[in-house]
């Protein structure tokens, strides 16, 4: 996972990303919120630690402009030394999933870390998807628009799954080519460019259908729902 850190002492800092490494996450520490939001605006993250005192402002008031921002729901746990009842309620009512006290035990850190991460990934097993017009048969490996099937390569099927899997979210173009291409070194990111430009033609994604591939400059893309679709899961 892709974990973004708000730690103003640097020392705790180095310690909680050394105990997520050994677990396989990427994590990026940041020591002021502004530099925090800036950046979880900016980039793709799967999951937020916060610190509450801070040397700008809270890690309640951070949350609190995440929460607003994004337009995903994005999991953020609470890892501060301040442990009264009043202060966790006040925080998991501010849209927190979970609160931890200093210091980190790495066990029960990690665990919570992939509990979060199995409640936010979407299930594919054995499971049909459903949003708006869009069927997304995981098993078969087939998308249907309004019944009719679309002629799509295993690329685009892995793409388009991805995308809205993670509709709302901003994706950047290295998320993408990690997360579909299994890429982590830097190469032309004009492959990502090709796809998305391919995959609003053959998906149709426009009014009618309502959902959109939008280009954030510079950034990445995003899948935006356009009109009030639904989203269900059809078991088998």
Same mark, same amino acid.
């Given at each position: 996972?892709?974990?973004?850190?708000l730690e103003?002492?640097?020392?705790?800092a180095?310690h909680?990303?050394?105990?997520? $490494?050994?677990?396989h996450?990427?994590?990026d $520490?940041?020591p002021? &919120?502004?530099? %925090?939001? =800036?950046?979880?605006?900016?980039? =793709?993250?799967?999951l !937020?630690?916060?610190?509450w005192?801070i040397?700008?402002g809270?890690? !309640?008031?951070?949350?609190?402009?995440?929460? &607003?921002?994004?337009?995903w729901?994005i999991?953020?746990v +609470?890892?501060?030394?301040?442990?009264?009842e009043?202060?966790?309620?006040?925080?998991?009512?501010?849209?927190?999933?979970?609160?931890?006290s200093?210091p980190a035990?790495?066990?029960?850190? @990690? @665990? #919570?870390?992939?509990?979060? @991460? #199995?409640?936010?990934?979407?299930?594919?097993?054995?499971?049909?998807l459903? %949003?708006?017009? +869009?069927? /997304?048969d995981?098993q078969? #490996?087939?998308?249907?628009l309004?019944?009719e099937?679309? &002629?799509?390569?295993?690329?685009?099927f892995?793409?388009?799954? %991805?995308?809205f899997?993670?509709?709302?979210r !901003?994706?950047?173009?290295?998320?993408?080519?990690?997360?579909v291409?299994?890429?982590? #070194?830097?190469i032309?990111t004009r492959t990502?460019?090709t796809?998305? =430009?391919?995959?609003r033609?053959r998906?149709?994604?426009?009014?009618?259908?309502?959902?959109?591939i939008?280009? /954030?400059y510079?950034?990445?893309?995003?899948?935006? $729902?356009?009109?009030?679709?639904?989203?269900e899961?059809?078991q088998?």
């Amino acid at each position: 996972m892709r974990i973004a850190l708000l730690e103003d002492e640097q020392e705790q800092a180095q310690h909680v990303k050394g105990l997520l $490494a050994e677990r396989h996450h990427e994590c990026d $520490a940041y020591p002021t &919120a502004q530099a %925090f939001i =800036s950046s979880v605006l900016h980039r =793709s993250y799967d999951l !937020l630690i916060l610190d509450w005192q801070i040397p700008d402002g809270t890690g !309640l008031d951070v949350l609190k402009a995440i929460r &607003a921002q994004l337009n995903w729901r994005i999991p953020v746990v +609470f890892l501060t030394q301040r442990d009264s009842e009043q202060d966790i309620v006040q925080a998991l009512d501010a849209g927190a999933d979970d609160y931890l006290s200093k210091p980190a035990r790495p066990a029960e850190l @990690a @665990a #919570r870390i992939n509990a979060l @991460a #199995r409640r936010t990934t979407p299930e594919t097993e054995k499971e049909v998807l459903q %949003f708006g017009p +869009f069927t /997304i048969d995981t098993q078969v #490996r087939s998308i249907a628009l309004k019944g009719e099937q679309l &002629a799509l390569t295993d690329k685009d099927f892995d793409l388009t799954l %991805f995308l809205f899997q993670n509709q709302g979210r !901003l994706l950047t173009r290295e998320v993408l080519l990690e997360r579909v291409w299994g890429l982590t #070194r830097d190469i032309n990111t004009r492959t990502v460019d090709t796809h998305m =430009s391919r995959l609003r033609r053959r998906l149709g994604l426009n009014p009618d259908n309502g959902y959109r591939i939008k280009t /954030i400059y510079q950034r990445g893309y995003r899948l935006e $729902a356009l009109n009030a679709v639904t989203h269900e899961v059809i078991q088998d």
